[in-house]
């Protein structure tokens, strides 16, 4: 059965469940202490050799100074012990790859997208510690997988909601038995709340509900959890956002699980589709991919169902996948294009 959540804010909760997600306790035994050992001896002999100033916070790095770090102490080698120690305190398999672990150009572009959590050149203060401390673990592995530069936020797609605040008026005369709407790829779950808060503002409260996906188990936990131990300020902000979804006033079942958005539904199908910031973007943009998406997407939909979808791609994503082809592949899946104020919208066949 696929991880899900009914959303919480309980503290004694949300560290239970993170349980579930995480190995507690110190996973340092004489194996991984001697690999750091080494990593470390590595670090001092880059150090030795190196004729530019050493990375601190705030350095400026220029491509002389991150191509002699990668020929003399290149990233693989503490990406691995990284890498080896999250994996050991994941209950699943970390989407790592899609990381600044990976994505970095070297050991200092690392440290630069990193810190403050890394302060220090020599990793292997910061391993040792990651090694020994759970809490150190989480918060690490959730600046990872939920950086800044990530597209989370609210009220990114101001038309789509106005729009959409409409079309839910319309429904609420007519769908006596409530609302099924699925938030597809919904990240941080931003969007996932505020299109509740419109259910719940269109009178559609009663019988609805509104679920959350993504692929991602910690952007998933982030997201029914309103979670960022990371980023304390946006956590308190989101959940004071929010709050009234979970202050007892009349609002529809919030649910977040994990799925993929080209796999076969498990599920009831749903009246209201919504995928935004994915189709035709980095993430997701070669034809195969694409055609799998749409396809998945339209087999959540009910008969009469819509699927929406907007992004806030730059330029050079609408070059190479324009408005056009997504709009041709929401007709190439039994979908009916209609027009809305900001991205692309098809309706299924009642």
């Known amino acids: 059965m696929p991880l899900s959540f009914i959303p919480t804010i309980d503290d004694s909760e949300i560290r239970r469940r993170l349980a579930r997600l995480l190995v507690p306790g110190s996973l340092l035994d004489a194996t991984l202490e001697r690999r750091i050992e080494l990593i470390s001896a590595e670090f001092a002999s880059y150090a030795a050799s190196y004729p530019l100033p050493l990375w601190a916070p705030g350095l400026a790095v220029t ?82 997988m939920l950086p800044q530069h990530f597209g989370g936020g609210f009220d990114r797609y101001r038309e789509q909601y106005r729009w959409l605040a409409g079309w839910l008026g319309e429904q609420a005369g007519h769908c006596l038995t409530g609302i099924r709407v699925l938030d597809a790829a919904c990240g941080s779950g931003e969007g996932t709340y505020q299109v509740a808060q419109l259910v719940a503002e269109a009178g559609l409260s009663a019988g609805s509900c509104v679920h959350g996906s993504t692929l991602e188990p910690i952007e998933l936990f982030a997201a029914a959890h309103l979670h960022f131990p990371h980023d304390r300020e946006r956590q308190r902000e989101y959940r004071d956002r929010v709050r009234p979804l979970f202050d007892g006033t009349p609002r529809p079942a919030l649910q977040f699980y994990l799925d993929r958005v080209d796999a076969a539904p498990q599920g009831e199908p749903y009246h209201l589709v919504l995928c935004n910031g994915l189709l035709g973007g980095p993430l997701l943009h070669e034809p195969a991919h694409l055609a799998a998406a749409f396809a998945g997407l339209a087999a959540r939909l009910a008969p009469g169902g819509l699927l929406l979808a907007a992004d806030r791609f730059h330029a050079g994503w609408r070059l190479r996948v324009p408005r056009a082809a997504l709009v041709d592949e929401l007709r190439r899946h039994g979908l009916t294009p209609i027009e809305v104020p900001e991205g692309i919208a098809g309706r299924k066949a009642a």
């Open 63 to 144: 491509n002389e100074m991150r191509g002699l770090t990668e020929v003399l102490f290149p990233l693989a080698r503490p990406r691995a012990l990284f890498e080896l120690i999250l994996r050991r305190s994941c209950r699943f398999d970390p989407l790592l790859s899609g990381s600044y672990l990976h994505s970095s150009a070297s050991w200092i572009d690392l440290l630069q997208k990193l810190a403050p959590r890394l302060r220090c050149a020599d990793p292997a203060p910061a391993l040792l510690r990651l090694a020994q401390d759970e809490d150190a673990r989480a918060t690490f592995l959730f600046t990872l």
